[in-house]
């Protein structure tokens, strides 16, 4: 259970493709998601996932903050408890980060992490349960983000423009490694959309040089075929089994 709500979290981790200006992510959005894991043949909500986005100002700029929050539901708390966070702190309108901070709690297991990004570098700091805090520094590629900020920012590019089998390459630094990471366009279909009723999707492949994923296009994200391009259903399979976030409420968007 530990590896399939640690995934969910991953996913809410996340050039031929074209970059649509004109779809910029709103501040005051709020989705909400149950985590579903498949249990001896069913599909069983286990968390809760919320998305967040609000505009920070300081002193001399402002950021887009990028909010992601993990929970599982009360009644599977006992069995193993998870409260992990992960936010992102990018320019309004490119989503480059300038700032990424997780901290996460999986049945008693803590460890949190901040990278601030420089320029094509990121200086890291990361404390685990009983271990001391370490602090490294390395080089990124100039389009390096972290896995918060690149689910914000597939929703920017235009997928009208593309045809059906198309991919685009990025990377992620995740757990201070550089993870290369591809999305596939693989055509629309309509699903489920919680509270915004039936919706067209874009429907996208994702696959990452990890051990993490399995299968090939069996990890999917559905995005509405619209200008707001809201994530509505995410699949995944792993190792050890296979599991969804679907949306239950769209607000501010």
């Known amino acids: 259970m530990k590896k399939a709500l640690f995934f969910i979290g991953f996913f809410v981790m996340l050039c031929s493709f074209n970059t649509d200006q004109s779809n910029q992510i709103p501040s005051g959005e709020k989705l909400v998601y149950a985590g579903s894991y498949n249990m001896s043949g069913l599909m069983t909500q286990l ?12 002193s001399n700029k402002t950021y887009l903050h990028l909010n992601c929050e993990l929970a599982t539901f ?24 300038s700032l990424y901070k997780r901290n996460i ?16 570098s990121v200086t890291s700091t990361a404390k685990r ?11 990124i590629g100039g389009s390096t983000q972290d896995v918060v900020s690149l689910m914000y920012r597939i929703r920017t590019l235009d997928f009208n423009k593309m045809k059906t089998g198309q991919s685009q390459s990025f990377v992620i630094v995740f757990d201070e490694t550089q993870i290369p990471v591809t999305i596939k366009l693989l055509g629309t279909e309509t699903v489920s959309a919680g509270n915004l009723g039936s919706k ?23 995005l509405t075929a619209d ?19 679907a949306l239950t409420s769209a607000t501010g968007i």
């Open 47 to 58: 968390a809760q996932v919320t998305l967040s986005t609000e505009m920070v100002n300081t």
């Open 74 to 97: 009360s009644k599977w708390d006992k069995f193993f408890k998870i409260r992990d966070t992960y936010e992102a702190y990018v320019n309004p309108t490119t989503l480059k980060p």
């Open 105 to 120: 709690d999986e049945g008693g297991w803590t460890k949190k992490e901040k990278y601030v990004f420089k320029g094509n």
């Open 129 to 139: 349960k009983n271990c001391a805090e370490t602090t490294k520094t390395f080089t």
């Open 200 to 222: 067209n999707c874009f429907k996208l492949s994702i696959g990452a040089k990890t051990d993490v994923l399995k299968g090939k296009d069996k990890n999917l994200i559905y």
């Open 227 to 245: 200008s707001k391009k809201i994530p509505v259903l995410m699949k995944f399979s792993i190792p050890v089994g296979t599991g969804q976030l």
